[in-house]
């Protein structure tokens, strides 16, 4: 028994009358008879009573057509779900991203305009370190990452496996409290800063943090404390703590005015905000989110 017999069966038992339901199916009556007759075999039981003026249905015929109507439009409901996921319409895709992301602006801005053109389409959001995205990119378990890269840093380099698109890039700013001698500078010398006390953020690759942050010094900070949040790590600067090396987005969190941002002169390392996945992804869902960042950066 197939879906066809299930057509064929409910027209005829809509219509109640062979010819018509013969001349709605587009196929000749007697083929209609026969293929009727054989899914009565097959079901070993009679749903219609034929006379040569009358077709009624039968108990088991009645009962039959509610079924088969429900599995009709099942079938039908299946067809247009499997149509819409191969044009990426629903579907899934688990997105990770790093706090300095969420400060720009970026994610909120990208994930408004994808939720406008695709809103059928779920996302599982997950604030990760860069590194762990990266792991979990290429383990499968996320699908597209939002995350900061050092620009012109040596240490900063993707797994063959994955690649990037470079939506925005931020300068580095050297976060100082706003009473600090070093606050009256415009720009900021890397040697002036190299008795500094100074907070670095940390997430679950804590050498990695340190090296780039060497990278942007010339020289290894004495690092006085450690936050894990964009927030915590400008908060302890306000409160005269530290100073601290972050990308220029981050000075959109407003903590008063306990903190100001200066260039650091001779750094040439700048954060990018790029999205990373990976290079054979088939997933349409995924694919159209691509697509869609590509046209707006």
Known sequence: MDLRHLRYFV????????????????????ALSIQIKALEEMLGVQLLNRTNRVVTLTEAGRLFLREARRTLEQ???????????????????????SADVSYSGVLSKTLREYRRQMPDVEL????????TQVAQLLEGRLQI?????FIGSPAWKLPQELD??????????????????????????R????????????????EQDRSLVQLTLGF???????????????????????????????????????????????NT??????IVFRRDVEDPAVLNFLKMVRVES
Do not use: C, K, N
Not at 11 to 30: D, M, N, S, V
Not at 124 to 131: A, N, R, Y
């Open 124 to 131: 599982g959001l997950h604030e990760l370190h860069p590194s």
């Open 164 to 189: 990037a698109i470079r939506l925005m890039e931020w300068p580095l700013r050297i976060a100082l409290p706003v009473d600090h001698p070093l606050a009256r500078l415009s720009r900021i010398p």
């Open 191 to 206: 040697e002036a800063l190299a008795d500094e006390p100074f907070i670095l953020y940390v997430g679950s690759d804590v």
């Open 75 to 97: 079938a039908q409901h299946a067809a247009v779900v499997a149509r819409r996921a191969g044009r990426g319409e629903i579907g899934r895709i688990e997105i990770g991203y």
């Open 269 to 274: 390392i700048q954060v990018g905000t790029e």
């Open 11 to 30: 027209a005829t038992a809509e219509e109640l009358h062979f010819g018509r339901a013969a001349e709605r199916l587009h196929i000749a009556q007697p």
């Open 220 to 266: 290894a900070p004495r690092v006085a404390h450690e936050a894990r949040s964009g927030f915590s790590l400008i908060s302890l600067v306000g409160a005269g703590l530290g100073v601290a090396i972050v990308p220029s987005s981050v000075s959109s969190i407003s903590i008063g005015e306990h903190v100001v941002y200066r260039p650091i002169l001779g």
């Open 145 to 149: 990452g939002f995350l900061a890269s």
